[in-house]
């Protein structure tokens, strides 16, 4: 961004001749731009597309570094901010898992300059983040206020994509399928597909799984383009073992890297989400009423599984090995609890508190309409003074 900074003051200069800039809006990576706010005298705003926790931990990153000098990693003690619940330094956002990498430096400099920022346009609700926004608040660390005006989510994707397995869930009981995905950008390694696939077979469940390639190297690979579902890229299909497409047919669908995730959400035999906790797809879960099992994969999702499991009570928590992977036990076991298990009925209960309350927020007197009624407000007011 700070390189395109020449062009975007160019941009401006020739809008302001003619336009009054009410503000302007940028999110994590166009944190440099904010500086053309107050040249131009537009309110400088960001846009986090995330939650209130990670927010918070950006806000809070200067003192931190500052506070340790070893590894996050290899803190004994967890790291506990005001208003959020504690995190092991291996639960932390991946740019700070090693303080020597240029992405945490990055991380430093954009926690910096969030600070010049008047307001922060957060994606949750308040209903969802209490204690953090209140913390925030209270704690009077000069930071920007915040404002949660979420969830802000797609509402329909059917269009964009194959809708057999809309068909095929129609055919399906009443909440009884786990829809399995990691995202647009989330691949597991070759032996984990197998694990999983050996799981599922095991749970005895009816499954509706989106798969994409392996990468036996990062679990973003498909985040970064790294070869994955590229037209020259072996069939997804082909990673699975011997049979199993075979074996569970009736009981699941495989679908080759991407489903209408919001119609598939949205659909009534659709009864959990097996999912990489990405903070669209968790909006997205939270805002239909289907409860997690969360497998975080990189990114800030070790934190949102955390918050998911054993904050929100909307998830249950895979386990992970010693060897870093999900045994197909664990698979099997867990996919069971969700489905037919006292657990499953829990959390399948707690979230559709969290759906009512999501709904409420968005209603036109709920609290995220009157957080950006109030944003719109200081817009408004400030053009009237240039």
């Not at 075979?246 to 995730?261: I, M």
């Not at 918050?307 to 009570?313: A, E, H, K, M, P």
Request: net charge negative.
């Amino acid at each position: 961004m700070s390189r395109s900074l020449p062009a975007l003051r160019d941009v401006f200069a020739t809008l302001s001749t003619t336009h009054s800039i009410a503000a302007l809006v940028v999110d994590l990576f166009g944190a440099d731009a904010l500086i053309l706010g107050n040249e131009f005298n537009a309110l400088p705003f960001i846009f986090h597309p995330s939650n209130a926790t990670t927010l918070s931990l950006i806000f809070h990153l200067p003192d931190l570094d500052r506070a340790y000098s070893v590894e996050y990693r290899d803190l004994t003690d967890p790291i506990t901010l005001p208003g959020c619940p504690p995190f092991l330094g291996t639960d932390l956002v991946d740019p700070m898992q090693d303080r020597t990498n240029d992405s945490y430096k990055w991380l430093l400099h954009v926690a910096r300059g969030y600070m010049l920022a008047k307001g922060v346009l957060v994606n949750t609700f308040y209903e969802l983040e209490s204690q953090v926004i209140e913390a925030l608040i209270e704690e009077n660390l000069g930071t920007p206020p915040l404002y949660p005006i979420g969830p802000i989510t797609q509402t329909d994707d059917s269009h964009l994509h194959n809708n057999d397995c809309l068909s095929w869930l129609d055919k399906q009981p009443e909440e009884s399928v786990l829809y399995i995905s990691f995202g647009s950008g989330g691949t597991l390694s070759c032996e984990q597909i197998f694990e999983l696939a050996y799981g599922l077979e095991q749970s005895g469940q009816r499954f509706l799984w989106v798969l994409r390639s392996p990468n036996n190297e990062v679990a973003n690979a498909s985040f970064f383009g790294e070869n994955v579902d590229k037209v020259d890229y072996k069939d997804p299909l082909s990673f699975l073992p011997n049979g199993f497409l075979e074996r569970t047919n009736g009981l699941g669908l495989v679908v080759r890297s991407w489903a209408p995730q919001i119609e598939v959400l949205s659909h009534g035999s659709t009864g959990g989400f097996m999912s990489h906790c990405g903070w669209n797809s968790t909006l997205e879960s939270v805002c239909k009423g289907v409860p997690f099992i969360a497998w975080p994969l990189y990114a800030e999702q070790r934190m949102n599984g955390r918050l998911l499991g054993d904050v929100w009570g909307v998830a249950l928590r895979v386990k992970i090995g010693e060897n870093g992977m999900v045994g197909r036990d664990e698979i099997g076991r867990i996919v069971r609890s969700l489905m037919e298990g006292v657990e499953g009925k829990r959390v399948r209960d707690r979230v559709r508190e969290l759906k009512s309350k999501a709904a409420l927020a968005l209603r036109e007197d709920g609290s995220s309409s009157k957080a950006l009624e109030e944003v719109a407000i200081q817009w408004r007011k400030h053009v009237g003074t240039i």
